[in-house]
């Protein structure tokens, strides 16, 4: 789904956002407008990024926020 995350500077991006498995771990993509793509996963109570992805820390926060949002939405609704 489109999410519109409020980055660090003040600014709104929108953002797709999508969960999926990754051996036995579950990991989020999430796709910017211009074609970037990050894939998340939650260690414990910090968000990670793999190696080869590019978000400095700040957005890697805002995001991981955001999804931990949509977490708690989804096991609020069942």
């Not at 211009?34 to 190696?51: I, P, T």
């Amino acid at each position: 789904m489109d999410y519109k995350v409020k980055l660090t500077d003040g600014k709104a991006q929108l953002v797709n956002i999508t969960s999926a498995y990754f051996k036995s771990w579950q990991v989020w993509h999430v796709r910017f407008m211009d074609g970037r793509v990050a894939m998340l996963f939650k260690l414990g109570s910090e968000w990670m990024q793999r190696n080869e992805d590019f978000l400095e820390e700040e957005v890697l926060q805002v995001i991981g926020s955001t999804i931990d949002r949509i977490i708690y939405k989804r096991n609020i609704a069942f």
